[in-house]
């Protein structure tokens, strides 16, 4: 398959997975497509940058090359699917969620602008990082920095499907900042449910 072919197949993958992430979000919690994103890009781009690693040595690679082009060709589609599944999509929906009532339109705008300008550093950075790092570097950097993404939304990503933005504006007061050492949303949401009709009926 030549550069166009291949290009317009990835964007295929991305697009599919978009979809199918945003239909899980109404049923699956945010932490679980973060997970199964984090997971699954930062395997398949570290296996990607060894495969590639591997070509580039005296000994070469210790499979065929035709396995090796197939190999590659599926985990970067596997990366660019993972990628679009949880890490590209939740963003823009959890922004939203997890800001506070009063600055959330200053918010989300910093958040974006801050976004797009990293961004946009990084594609000036591409040239300079694809000659120091070539690309098998590139991907073991990638890899590198979704599983360190990954660890950090498993200490801290709070679960917001189902809640109201209330609910998860009061999860954020409380002192303890770590997910995994708090109570789970599930019992949260009880508690507040009956607290709430302690209020009513005392009223």
Known sequence: MDDYYTTVLISGVRFITILISSVLMLRAGRRT???????????SALCLGIILHLSTTKSGSPIT????ANVTFALIIIY???????FFALPSVMIGETQPSHIRGFACGYIYTMNDLFLGG???MYPWMSTTLQIHGLFLLFGISCA???IFLYLFLPETQGLTLQQIEDYFLQPNIMWITRHKYKNERKETEDVDLQINSTT
């Open 33 to 43: 497509l973060a997970m199964i994103s984090g997971i699954s890009s930062s395997l």
């Open 65 to 68: 090359p035709q396995l090796e």
């Open 80 to 86: 660019a699917g993972s990628m679009s599944f949880g």
């Open 122 to 124: 990084f594609l000036k």
């Open 148 to 150: 360190v993404c990954t």
